[in-house]
């Protein structure tokens, strides 16, 4: 018996020896490693090692890179831990394809170095959109009917559903007219699915020759068409169900089930929680996606744009008030 106390005493001894060999040190730096939020199928983009991290190892020992590609499942290695770049990489440089899969994905950039040391690591969100709008791309639950046909903007060749009421003419899906304004996330991608974001200013030129924005007016004349009634704060009420379609995007419901809504898309408007964006600097921050579908119209009111929107849970056509040139939101035209 203590010879057998002895021999394990040892062992624990001889493990604790082996923890502090293999004790490892970390990196120092970072790694900014940047993709465009949303990409159309086949997508390219190239990167530069050297200007990509910052990555260090405090007793002055080489680094080196790899990515870890999502479509092919491989590491590649642009840069050995000797500072030299991998064969196959003169320039230090890698290009890299989403592929045609729809759907999230990630691209990794990895540096290690010695043994001494953890690898580090910096990562690239994306996601891959098919930008067709009927049926078959990102977007999805159409039900195209008879009475809608298309038109065809001269300005860029892209291609919008419409839907004549009474004489007046209604685009079924957002104007994506890139000459002012910004895609959702800025992706270039986008302005085909969601439409482009406007200001109320560019909103009243934005729209193809012989169209315009709708008044407030025509809105709620499509509406009443549909059974709304006016509350006493311009909402049109009891409509919701009739403006929205059961969408998805990349298979996931951009309208979550709430029980006071039935969705029947009655109008064919296929209205899109598409959210909105505030402009400040040039830039568009965007906001409450999946929350609420809005549209501008040509009307003022108390020195503001008027907007017409949606929100998840209510079923009301609402009036808002955005400022003219910091609010962006999409455009239905209608002629």
Same mark, same amino acid.
Request: with cysteine; charged share 20%.
């Given at each position: 018996?203590?010879?057998?106390?002895?021999?394990?005493?040892?062992?624990?001894?001889?493990?604790?020896?082996?923890?502090?060999?293999?004790?490892?040190?970390? =990196?120092?730096?970072?790694?900014?490693?940047?993709?465009?939020?949303?990409?159309?199928?086949?997508?390219?983009?190239?990167?530069?090692?050297?200007?990509?991290?910052?990555?260090?190892?405090?007793?002055? %020992?080489?680094?080196?890179?790899?990515? #870890?590609?999502?479509?092919?499942?491989?590491?590649? /290695?642009?840069?050995?831990?000797?500072?030299?770049?991998?064969?196959?990489?003169?320039?230090?440089?890698?290009?890299?394809?989403?592929?045609?899969?729809?759907?999230?994905?990630?691209?990794? =950039?990895?540096? @290690?170095?010695?043994?001494?040391?953890?690898?580090? %690591?910096?990562?690239?969100?994306?996601?891959?959109?098919?930008?067709?709008?009927?049926?078959?791309? &990102?977007?999805?639950?159409?039900?195209?009917?008879?009475?809608? /046909?298309?038109?065809?903007?001269? #300005?860029?060749?892209?291609?919008?559903?419409?839907?004549?009421?009474?004489?007046?003419?209604? *685009?079924?899906?957002?104007?994506?007219?890139?000459?002012?304004?910004?895609?959702?996330?800025?992706?270039?991608?986008?302005?085909? +699915?969601?439409?482009?974001?406007?200001?109320?200013?560019?909103?009243?030129?934005?729209?193809?020759?012989?169209?315009?924005?709708? %008044?407030?007016?025509?809105?709620?004349? =499509?509406?009443?068409?549909?059974?709304?009634?006016?509350?006493?704060?311009?909402?049109?009420?009891?409509?919701?169900?009739?403006? *929205?379609?059961?969408?998805?995007?990349?298979?996931?419901? =951009?309208?979550?089930?709430?029980?006071?809504?039935?969705?029947?898309?009655?109008?064919?408007?296929? *209205?899109?929680?598409?959210?909105?964006?505030?402009?400040?600097?040039?830039?568009?921050? @965007? &906001?409450?996606?999946?929350?609420?579908?809005?549209?501008?119209?040509?009307?003022?009111?108390?020195?503001?744009?008027?907007?017409?929107?949606?929100?998840?849970?209510?079923? +009301?056509? *609402?009036?808002?008030?955005?400022?003219?040139?910091?609010?962006?939101?999409?455009?239905?035209?209608?002629?």
């Amino acid at each position: 018996m203590p010879l057998m106390v002895l021999a394990l005493a040892s062992l624990a001894i001889a493990g604790c020896k082996d923890d502090e060999e293999t004790t490892k040190d970390y =990196l120092e730096g970072i790694i900014e490693l940047e993709m465009p939020r949303y990409v159309g199928q086949g997508f390219e983009k190239q990167f530069k090692i050297d200007t990509l991290a910052t990555i260090k190892a405090p007793d002055g %020992s080489g680094v080196g890179y790899y990515f #870890r590609n999502p479509v092919t499942s491989k590491s590649d /290695t642009v840069m050995l831990n000797n500072g030299v770049y991998a064969p196959g990489y003169p320039d230090g440089v890698y290009t890299f394809s989403v592929g045609d899969e729809v759907g999230d994905g990630y691209l990794t =950039l990895i540096a @290690f170095s010695t043994s001494d040391y953890y690898t580090t %690591s910096g990562k690239a969100d994306y996601t891959v959109v098919n930008p067709a709008m009927d049926g078959t791309g &990102s977007l999805t639950g159409f039900d195209r009917t008879e009475e809608e /046909t298309q038109f065809t903007d001269a #300005r860029d060749g892209r291609k919008y559903w419409i839907k004549d009421f009474d004489g007046t003419q209604w *685009m079924t899906q957002n104007l994506g007219w890139r000459g002012v304004g910004a895609p959702f996330y800025n992706s270039e991608v986008m302005a085909n +699915v969601l439409g482009q974001y406007y200001t109320w200013e560019d909103a009243q030129s934005a729209c193809p020759e012989g169209w315009r924005l709708p %008044s407030d007016e025509d809105v709620k004349a =499509l509406a009443t068409r549909f059974g709304a009634t006016e509350d006493e704060n311009g909402g049109l009420c009891g409509v919701a169900g009739a403006f *929205m379609a059961d969408l998805y995007f990349n298979g996931a419901s =951009l309208w979550p089930y709430w029980p006071n809504i039935t969705i029947t898309n009655e109008s064919s408007m296929y *209205m899109i929680p598409t959210g909105y964006a505030v402009v400040g600097d040039g830039r568009y921050e @965007f &906001s409450k996606m999946e929350s609420y579908s809005l549209f501008w119209t040509s009307s003022e009111k108390n020195g503001r744009g008027v907007y017409r929107y949606l929100y998840e849970d209510q079923d +009301v056509l *609402m009036e808002g008030l955005g400022s003219k040139d910091s609010f962006a939101a999409p455009v239905r035209c209608i002629k």
